[in-house]
């Protein structure tokens, strides 16, 4: 088994872990917040988060959630379940995800199965180190239609096309929402208070939201 260490954002990549052994560190990990775990065929990524990525990561959930309230369009927030596909050897944490346009297939389920249950609509991915496991694989392999990535400098929206993702300017789960304006209002959320940076956001849906009627 071969490892690579990234200290700075306390990241581990292994090469050649069992399913076995991933799913016994997800298991010992059930309870505990702070750590996520990806598996592709062998290779486990373990990630300890810090503030540099869950800030992002909870700005950017936070503009899907007032997005879905302004345009009442129904969501359901699935946070970082855990997905796996045995069969396929993948499984991965996203750092958030929502159920869009197949949320109603999931509603009230206290469990959700990927081998049975439909993909998330929207996963965000944060990342900000090129020495991360490329996870647009896993993703795809699940059916995830939607990825918006944060890079540490832009946010890039993807769609699924035929097993493989495209970047795209336009959010499929929200056609009116761009990733410059994702972007824009990331950073302006590192500057402005919180209840002021989420008023821009709703003034800004509603506005969109009125010119489009």
């Known amino acids: 088994m071969t490892t690579v260490a ?64 302004e345009w009442d369009i129904d969501i359901v927030k699935a946070g970082s379940t855990t997905f796996k596909l045995e069969d396929l050897q993948k499984g991965f944490e996203p750092d958030s995800c929502f159920y869009i346009q197949r949320a109603d297939a999931i509603r009230g389920k206290e469990e959700i199965d990927v081998s049975e249950d439909p993909a998330p609509d929207l996963t965000i991915e944060v990342d900000i180190t090129r020495e991360s496991l490329n996870r647009f694989p896993i993703f795809a392999a699940v059916g995830i239609p939607e990825v918006w990535r944060f890079d540490g400098a832009k946010v890039t929206f993807f769609q699924l096309d035929s097993g493989r993702y495209r970047e795209t300017d336009r959010s499929l789960a929200f056609p009116a929402f761009s990733c410059d304006i994702a972007t824009e209002f990331l950073m302006k959320s590192q500057k402005l208070k919180s209840t002021l940076w989420l008023r821009e956001v709703r003034d800004w849906a509603r506005a969109q939201k009125n010119r489009d009627q």
């Open 6 to 69: 990234c200290p700075p954002e306390r990241l581990v990549i292994l090469d050649g872990v069992s399913w076995e052994t991933y799913e016994r560190l997800l298991a010992e990990h059930d309870e505990k917040g702070g750590t996520r775990f990806s598996y592709d065929e062998g290779l486990l990524e373990i990630r300890v988060l810090s503030s540099r990525h869950e800030i992002p990561n909870r700005n950017l959930a936070s503009l899907v959630e007032v997005l879905a309230e």
